[in-house]
Antibody, heavy 119, light 110 residues
Framework: QLQLQESGPGLVKPSETLSLTCSVSGGSINNNNYYWGWIRQPPGKGLEWIGAVYYTGSTHSNPSLKNRVTISVDKSKNQFSLKLNSVIAADTAVYYC???????????WGQGTLVTVSS | QSALTQPASVSGSPGQSITISCTGTSNDIGNYNFVSWYQQHPGKAPKLMIYDVSNRPSGVSNRFSGSKSGNTASLIVSGLQAEDEADYYCTSYTVSNTLIFGGGTRLTVL
């Protein structure tokens, strides 16, 4: 059974960089059927797609975040990562890592990790 | 990109059927049959319920179904049960090679 697990700091200061890693078990990232991506949910609000990376390293990102987002893949560790720079309070959210079936649907989700932006 | 439009809330009694709409544009829903629906209970990760407009993943109840007409997709939940009470989100693939979510709908089982 595929499992995804987010890890990273739960508190980030304003203007700094949010960095999260997603560890994948029960399946390989090196698979041409899937993208690996990030979705976030501010407290009490809806879901927002951040972006996704293909096993080749090719990425697609939400235009509203594109200039601040970097998503990368480490096939040797079966992990992928998110970096969001110049964070502000509005970036406070639960961040989910997830497997995307193409870019059509998100079929496996991590449990989510809360990241708070505060000084 | 602007979020897909969903009603904030819908409700129904046990055993009834409800429909949740999801309206986009010709840049997303209207141009692709890549609409999916997710169920989210409080404090939990979302769960895929419908993909490619009307397909159910293995293990999802056949009480859940999906359809699309023009720029609007719909999730139909029949035979409402208490456990169906949750937030529901739609997504669509877009012409920009991105995914876009709807704002979410709270389903209340009366």
């Amino acid at each position: 059974q595929l499992q995804l697990q987010e890890s990273g700091p739960g508190l980030v200061k304003p203007s700094e960089t949010l960095s999260l890693t997603c560890s994948v078990s029960g399946g390989s990232i090196n698979n041409n059927n899937y993208y690996w991506g990030w979705i976030r949910q501010p407290p009490g609000k809806g879901l927002e797609w951040i972006g996704a990376v293909y096993y080749t390293g090719s990425t697609h990102s939400n235009p509203s975040l594109k200039n601040r987002v970097t998503i990368s893949v480490d096939k040797s560790k079966n992990q992928f990562s998110l970096k969001l720079n110049s964070v502000i309070a509005a970036d406070t959210a639960v961040y989910y890592c997830a497997r995307h079936s193409g870019l059509r649907a998100v079929d496996y989700w991590g449990q989510g990790t809360l990241v708070t932006v505060s000084s | 990109q602007s979020a897909l439009t969903q009603p904030a809330s819908v409700s129904g009694s046990p055993g009834q059927s409800i429909t949740i709409s999801c309206t986009g544009t010709s840049n997303d829903i209207g141009n692709y049959n890549f609409v999916s629906w997710y169920q989210q209970h409080p404090g939990k990760a979302p769960k895929l319920m419908i993909y490619d407009v009307s397909n159910r993943p293995s293990g999802v109840s056949n009480r859940f179904s999906g359809s699309k007409s023009g720029n609007t997709a719909s999730l139909i939940v029949s035979g409402l049960q208490a456990e169906d009470e949750a937030d529901y989100y739609c997504t669509s693939y877009t012409v920009s090679n991105t995914l876009i979510f709807g704002g979410g709908t709270r389903l209340t089982v009366l």
